[in-house]
């Protein structure tokens, strides 16, 4: 039987956000690749081998799929959220890009839920007119580029989401850049913290860039910055569907 490996996204975190051909390939699957605590997502069974490698590890974990899948494995790989989305799915591409002699693997990408999504969609509407995702982790790209591209963002008036805002190895860029935003948007714009999006703990608090503070994002929240006319209504925050 010939190999594959199906990328695939698990969803913000509840159970009912994977979607049925992600569940499918899980029942499908003889190994699962990825990070610890998705890996751990994965209900063990017999015929299953779970591989959970910690962080910053991508093009390992890619290679061993692609090295499994071509012996004939059916390789799971999985992240959170959507795998097309600062996750998986570019390493094992980048990967295959750089050892050719796997180029003969069937590779099939399956959409999840992302963490921007969810998030929007437990404030209410905060994306509901053009918007961008910005990584705000400087592992992979210098941290004056992401000066730059959310400068640039916040004068095209986009409404922007944030991944990875803080963790404790850059506790204070974060605050650098809600200063980039206060300068380019002023201290009236929402902003909102959804941590653990999805999860019995999850928390969604929207404040103004004027009383927004590092310490309200952390590596499991994502942030979602409003344009020029993002306002609430009642409990919910929405972004109106035309501009100009
Ligand atoms: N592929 C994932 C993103 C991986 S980057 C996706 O599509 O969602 C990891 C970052 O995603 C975290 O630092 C956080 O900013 C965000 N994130 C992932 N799951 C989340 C959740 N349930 N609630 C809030 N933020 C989440």
Known sequence: MSGWIAIAGLGPGRETLVTPEVRDVIAQATDVIGY????????PR?????????NRVEID????????AQGGARVLVVSS???????MASAVF?????QPQFAGVEITVMPGITAMLAAAAA??????HDF??????????PWRLIENRLRLAARA????????????SRPHQFGAALEILRAECGPDRLITFARNVSHPDQTLKTVTLGDATPEMADMRTVVLVGNSATRRVGPYVYTPRSAG
């Open 94 to 98: 980048e990967a295959l890009e750089a």
């Open 132 to 141: 961008c995702a910005i990584n705000l982790s400087d592992n992979l790209k």
């Open 81 to 87: 959220g959507d795998p097309g989305v600062f996750a």
């Open 61 to 68: 974990r890619a290679t061993h799929a692609l090295e499994l």
């Open 46 to 54: 017999a015929g299953l081998t779970l591989h959970a490698t910690d």
């Open 157 to 168: 008036d986009f409404a922007m989401a944030f991944y990875n805002p803080r963790s404790k």
């Open 123 to 128: 404030a209410g509407a905060p994306l509901g």
């Open 36 to 43: 610890i605590p998705y890996v751990k997502r994965i209900t």
